[in-house]
């Protein structure tokens, strides 16, 4: 299957600082990504949608201005985390859908490995 | 999307099949069944999906019944590393309203 891939797999910092989060798809070419927080023993939640060269759009409740997203190539997609603080400590997954498997009546999407943020 | 419900966790001997099963009574007439799981600390993974038809790969089998209200997804012969939560979901295929959105899911637990 298609591969995302996610930058860093896990990062620290301390509370203040801001933190960016890349997504990338490896082998096709994505409109579309999205992005989830999840926390311990938890399901994953879905925070935006990705689209590219234009605004994303973000779940009810998830603060915009605190996750800025950045959708600049049909490859990549970026989340920082502004000013982070303690409680922004999660695992970040993106995923993003391969067209070509919707093409085929698919509509699979593939995730990334994640990104384990701790903040101090 | 319509909403699923599963147990929240089984138990599964190592070799034995794993039966996940899954309730979504308000599913629309075109809306698939997809089902992910997601081991310990990684991203999801896709597993299967389907429409109303049974379906089969190389992971797993997707068993729809006739009204569709149900599913059961079968882990063949389990092994420790099918250790994981798998989450049932419902949604439109081959739309622009891609979003997937996880439910609780259910936790199984493959035992040696």
């Known amino acids: 299957g298609a591969v995302v891939s996610q930058h860093p797999s896990r990062v620290i910092c301390k509370s203040g600082t801001s933190v960016k989060i890349e997504c990338r798809s490896l082998?096709?070419?994505?409109?579309?990504m999205f992005w989830y927080r999840q926390f311990p023993k938890k399901s994953l939640m879905l925070m935006a949608t990705s689209n590219e060269g234009s605004k994303a759009t973000y779940e009810q409740g998830v603060e915009k201005d605190k996750f800025l997203i950045n959708h600049a190539s049909l490859t990549l997609s970026t989340l920082t985390v502004t000013s982070a603080h303690p409680e922004d400590s999660s695992f970040y997954i993106c995923s993003a859908r391969d067209p070509r498997t919707r093409l085929a009546g698919n509509n699979e999407q593939f995730f990334g490995p994640g990104t384990r943020l701790t903040v101090l | 999307d319509a909403k699923t419900t599963q147990p929240p966790s089984m138990d599964c001997a190592e070799g034995r099949a794993a039966n996940l099963p899954c309730n979504h009574s308000t599913i629309s007439g075109n809306e698939y069944v997809y089902w992910y799981r997601q081991i310990h600390s990684q991203g999801p993974q896709y597993i299967i999906h389907g429409l109303k038809n049974n379906e089969t790969n190389e992971m797993a089998s997707l068993i729809i019944t006739e009204d569709r209200k149900s599913s059961t997804l079968i882990l063949p012969h389990a092994t420790l590393r099918d250790t994981a939560v798998y989450y049932c979901?419902?949604?439109?295929?081959?739309?622009?309203?891609?979003?997937?959105?996880f439910g609780p899911g259910t936790s199984l637990s493959v035992i040696p």
């Open positions: 082998d096709f070419q994505a409109t579309t």
């Open positions: 979901i419902v949604r439109v295929a081959g739309t622009s309203y891609d979003k997937v959105i």
